[in-house]
């Protein structure tokens, strides 16, 4: 019996109670992620300990650690490629600070802030120089090779966005292409690297590599709406910074598609540079106009999408949490675009 569909209207409880079943491997790679500070000269050791210290979700990890779960069994070489893409992904956000020129994350200064740019990029260079060496370590290259080729789509990723700043022509498919290399890509290879250490089936690793394809595009646009309508004090990192930084997402593009064509650059100057007063009626025009709805149809799409790719796999408890933990991204989601918009 295969894992049934997703029921879009639950959000299945608490990612810490979603993630329960792998809690002591994930422990165990939280603790080796702190350990590799270790490895970097003695003389860099405080800037990098903070940055693999930060309390994140640990998504990627999880993926990876339950993926393996529900192919057979988590070994070292889990936790391993836990530690592996966390890495990547905290290189990437070491990285992201600087082009947003975000003052916080996880509720601490950003290296940025506290370092320099300079100085920031060379870190988040070294945290990938560091994870791509510990993926040439498993006895076979397909480890490191795939990482590798995660790692390059996600900087491709971040590129064109980065290319296609403050650019109204970008289009909802451009945007989604663009999430899919910069988010999608290294939860893919988490959950697709999850099965092919336990030798599974080609099959189940391509049913895994596109579960968290999926997850990834359906979390990142979740991440976006976070960045318009959340608040910081409960999201823990600098808001606003895609509208300072000109990235058009999701509910930008939608409230675009939706404006007259007279209007789109009155709309955008609003987007891209107002003030309180204009961003509060942008709120008001996104809530009133179906942005918000659309929005969150545009993440329970994705979030289908991964729970079909899992429909073929065997049921047992890993499955049943990664089902849980895809639909967690729709039910916060929900949440969020439900609430009052800030003014």
Sequence with gaps: MGVSSLNLKTSG??????????????AQVEAALVAQARAFDTSVTDYVQPVLGTTGKRLRPALALLAGGATGRITEEHIRLGVIVELIHL??????????????????PTPNSLLGNKTSVLLGDGIFAHALHLAGCYPTPVVCRKIGLATRTVCTGEILQTQRRYDQRLSIPN???????????????????????????ASVVKALSEVGN???????????????FGQERYAGKSLGTDMRTG???????????HTDAERRDEIAEMIFH????????????????????????TVEQYVKRAGNCLADLPENTY?????????????????????????
């Design 247 to 257: 990235k058009l997402t999701l509910p930008w593009l939608l409230l675009l598609e």
């Design 13 to 26: 409880g608490e990612l810490s109670e979603l993630v329960a079943v792998v809690a002591e491997p994930l």
């Design 214 to 228: 999926n997850f990834g595009i359906a979390y990142q646009i979740y991440d976006d709406c976070v960045d318009i």
């Design 319 to 343: 499955t049943k949490k990664l089902s849980a933990l895809i639909n967690f991204v729709a039910g916060k989601t929900r949440r969020l675009l439900n609430t009052t918009v800030p003014a």
């Design 175 to 201: 945007y989604l292409e663009m999430i899919a290399m910069k988010t999608g890509a290294l939860f893919a290879v988490s959950s697709e690297l999850g099965a092919e250490l336990n030798a599974a089936p």
């Design 91 to 108: 290189g990437t956000l070491v990285h992201d600070d600087v082009l947003d020129d975000a003052d916080m994350r996880h509720g601490k």
């Design 274 to 297: 107002g003030d309180a007063d204009e961003r509060a009626k942008l709120f008001a025009l996104a809530a009133g106009n179906g942005v918000l709805s659309e929005s969150l149809a």
